[in-house]
């Protein structure tokens, strides 16, 4: 792991979110978790079983949160094993995805040439395959919100009578509406602005125009490239 970390920061350094070292360290631990006498094992010694056990974990035995849940956090992995996750208690299939890729990762290193820990990295012939017709079909239907709905929201008082309380005050209520009306940009991607993502650039008829700079610098996260 130290070594897949050395790797990681001299291929991009600073320009890393701190979401994805999180998120790095947090497939490394369930990784061990499954496996816990890992930490302890040589690397070439790891076989295909290994990898499948961790897929199934990830199927199948490990909830969302898990270190945090109180109703998980205190059981080992073969205690969870007996455990059958209701569908709100699984990690989400980009989740999993995420962990799959980074244990993948961690193994292609240990298999380069400039180290030869192994001869192969057996990880790699190991997908997450989904039913996406089933998957649509569980999830809930979102709604947009009625001229009627965006009427009363911005006639309420926060925009109102207590438009200069609310402007002081909790300024994120007044601001966070505003921006997803008129962008469309989820509500964490809100959250996580700096003053300095808000930019500008002057256009070919001279006019200045202001955006926000989505990106993943310092703690920010993005949950597609585009």
Same mark, same amino acid.
């Given at each position: 792991?130290?070594?897949?970390?050395?790797? @990681?920061?001299?291929?991009?350094?600073?320009?890393?979110?701190? $979401? !994805?070292?999180?998120?790095?360290?947090?497939?490394?631990?369930?990784?061990?978790?499954?496996?816990?006498?890992?930490?302890?094992?040589?690397?070439?010694?790891?076989? &295909?079983?290994?990898?499948?056990?961790?897929?199934?974990?990830?199927?199948?035995?490990?909830?969302?949160?898990?270190? @945090?849940?109180?109703?998980? &956090?205190?059981?080992?992995?073969?205690?969870?094993?007996?455990?059958?996750?209701?569908?709100?208690? /699984?990690?989400?299939?980009?989740? @999993? %995805? %995420?962990?799959? $890729?980074?244990?993948?990762?961690?193994?292609?290193?240990?298999?380069?040439?400039?180290?030869?820990?192994?001869? *192969?990295?057996?990880?790699?012939?190991?997908?997450? *395959?989904?039913? @996406?017709? $089933? %998957? *649509?079909?569980?999830?809930?239907?979102?709604? =947009?919100?009625? !001229?009627?709905?965006?009427?009363?929201?911005?006639?309420?008082?926060?925009?109102?009578?207590?438009?200069?309380? !609310?402007?002081?005050?909790?300024?994120?209520?007044?601001?966070? =509406?505003?921006?997803?009306?008129?962008?469309?940009?989820?509500?964490?991607?809100?959250?996580?602005?700096?003053?300095?993502?808000? /930019?500008?650039?002057?256009?070919?008829?001279?006019?200045?125009?202001?955006?926000?700079?989505?990106?993943? /610098? /310092?703690?920010?996260?993005?949950?597609?490239?585009?």
């Amino acid at each position: 792991y130290a070594l897949f970390i050395k790797e @990681k920061e001299q291929e991009v350094g600073e320009d890393i979110a701190q $979401s !994805t070292w999180r998120d790095y360290q947090s497939s490394y631990n369930d990784f061990i978790f499954v496996h816990p006498d890992a930490e302890h094992k040589d690397i070439a010694e790891f076989t &295909r079983e290994d990898f499948r056990t961790f897929l199934d974990a990830l199927h199948n035995h490990l909830p969302k949160s898990r270190t @945090k849940l109180k109703q998980f &956090r205190a059981r080992s992995y073969f205690q969870l094993k007996d455990i059958e996750l209701q569908e709100d208690e /699984k990690m989400a299939f980009e989740t @999993k %995805k %995420k962990k799959i $890729s980074t244990i993948k990762q961690m193994f292609d290193i240990a298999a380069d040439e400039r180290y030869g820990y192994i001869e *192969k990295n057996l990880a790699e012939a190991f997908t997450l *395959k989904t039913n @996406k017709k $089933s %998957k *649509k079909q569980t999830e809930k239907p979102r709604h =947009p919100l009625t !001229t009627e709905n965006l009427e009363k929201l911005f006639s309420s008082k926060l925009y109102t009578t207590h438009k200069e309380a !609310t402007l002081k005050y909790k300024t994120e209520q007044y601001w966070i =509406p505003i921006i997803a009306l008129y962008t469309g940009m989820r509500e964490n991607e809100i959250c996580q602005l700096y003053v300095e993502d808000v /930019k500008s650039e002057t256009i070919s008829t001279g006019e200045k125009v202001y955006y926000f700079d989505l990106n993943e /610098k /310092k703690d920010k996260h993005l949950k597609n490239e585009n």
